[in-house]
């Protein structure tokens, strides 16, 4: 039984690194930043994802031990490329060889612990996001930009999920909230009171959109 999850294992491992490897150039956005912590500002994020290289030197490490261990004790050479991905494939075409040799009782729990490691990387949990009455009575009082306010939604919770910077235009639009009066530069943004806007896109009903008929 455990030779046979010991060889789904393998089988996923290539797949895992490959997926390891783009969330550690952040080309996948996931949204966290180091050891576990989302990351909460706006501003751009690292090109790196330093958890992400972490786990996937770790698997790098145990695969390349697992085979050494394998080519020394079984007498057998390993030719292949020095990836991960290639590392795991040879072991999985080679589980008897590993099954049999001295130690290998060590693995499947070894590699199933950096895997599940590598798991919460990939695809972290989702955020549950926690607002009090002194976070939203901030947010509130604030003076911001349709883009800004899109932004500051996204800390909110679940019903303001949708307020987007078009939901702030067409509210707008729709005469139900009005910028701040300015004076302010010809090239400045229009800017809205935050409440008018909070209070007004849980008023007004989201209308559905529908496709157009071919």
Same mark, same amino acid.
């Given at each position: ?37 989302? !990351? ?25 031990? +697992? ?108 005469? !139900? ?6 004076? +302010? ?30």
């Amino acid at each position: 039984h455990e030779l046979k999850l010991l060889q789904r294992l393998l089988a996923e491992l290539p797949g895992l690194a490959i997926e390891l490897a783009i969330t550690e150039t952040k080309q996948a956005r996931i949204g966290v930043l180091g050891r576990g912590r989302r !990351e909460r500002s706006f501003g751009q994020p690292l090109p790196y994802d330093f958890d992400a290289a972490e786990v996937a030197e770790e698997l790098h490490n145990a695969v390349v031990g +697992w085979v050494r261990l394998v080519c020394e004790q079984r007498a057998v050479t390993y030719a292949g490329p020095a990836d991960t991905a290639s590392l795991a494939r040879w072991l999985g075409r080679h589980v008897y060889s590993l099954a049999v040799t001295e130690g290998a009782e060590g693995c499947y729990p070894e590699l199933r612990g950096i895997a599940k490691r590598a798991d919460r990387v990939v695809c972290p949990p989702a955020l549950t996001i926690v607002v009090d009455d002194t976070k939203l009575a901030r947010a509130r009082a604030m003076t911001l930009s349709a883009s800004g306010i899109a932004s500051l939604s996204k800390e909110l919770g679940e019903e303001y999920r949708n307020l987007t910077r078009r939901r702030v235009h067409v509210l707008k639009e729709a005469g !139900e909230i009005s910028p701040v009066p300015g004076p +302010w530069r010809p090239d400045w943004p229009l800017l809205f009171a935050v409440g008018d806007v909070l209070d007004a896109h849980l008023r007004v009903p989201i209308r559905a959109r529908h496709a157009k008929a071919g």
